[in-house]
């Protein structure tokens, strides 16, 4: 069978569980060399453990693949450094970036507090930003071939009503990645945004499951279905092989078997003057025009979940 990224090399941040540890695993069957980055926390970002990182490591080896753990805790600027730095000496080169690393402080915007706003992002935001900074340095020199792939989320697209900071984290992780497709383009690099749905330990915290309350195991252990986190990876290989240079600065869906592609923002409807608005004339005209019709969000939360989501 081919191997779609045969000589490539790859970092996978956030690599020890869930999305990530189905994308290293995923790459690196598919011929990649992969640095497995987990810095090991909770999924409130606390603590730090080397043991996920090392057992998806094992994995790979054990399949046959290549790889190195990284314990970076990506949104330390010199961590991410280091990080992007094994992957060049140990490779000899960077093909591919996938910014996996998050985590959640769920809180209405009315009782969040600035630690949980810094905590969601830094992680996401300034985490990514990091390692995508000291790559982009490489692609730069390079000119040859990049792949970043960024982890957004529909929380992010739909603004989630319980994650105010995740919701922000994810929806500037848009704007990065647009940002990055536009600036290195002209360096073979392509950037594109993965929102995607699947059972994991940040899922678990969103969810009330009455199983799981009976049999005390979270229910991203026992998925096997549709929404495995592995389903995750086949399109995320797609993106970072030669056959999608020209997908770039997009945004897609991926959860369970289905592949989205979402649209840009685009133009709805657009009401013009001749000079500056005249105020009491704008309160005449909105109405029938560029707001007519239109609804505040009713603010429902879905049935058995808390309002929020990964
Ligand atoms: N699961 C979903 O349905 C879903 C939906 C939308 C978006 N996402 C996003 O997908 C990504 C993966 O989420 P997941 O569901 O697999 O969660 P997960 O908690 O299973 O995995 C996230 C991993 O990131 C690691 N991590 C966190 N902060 C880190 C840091 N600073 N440095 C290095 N590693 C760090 C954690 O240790 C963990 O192993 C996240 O960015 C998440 O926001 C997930």
Redesign the pocket.
Known sequence: MAQHLEGKSAIV??A?????RGIALALASQGASVIV?????T?E?EGRDQS?AQQVVDEIRAAGGTAEANY????EHREAEDLVRQALDTYGKLDILCN????LRERMIFNMTEQEWDAVIR??LK?TYNTTHFASIHWRQRREFGRLIN?S???GIRGSAGQPNYAAAKAGLIGFTKSCANALARYNVTSNAI????A????DRGLVSQDATRSGAPPSEAETGPRD?ANVAPVVVYLCSDAASNVSGRVIGASGYQITLYSDIVMERQIFSDGPWDIDRLFELAPETIFEGLQPPSGDRPSGARSS??
């Open positions: 941040t956030g020890g569980r869930g999305i990530g980055n987990d810095f090991g926390g999924v970002g996920p970076a805790d990506v949104a996996v690393a998050g985590i992680v996401h985490g982890f989320s529909s929380a929102a995607p749905g699947a994991t330990r940040m899922t986190p989501e990964a």
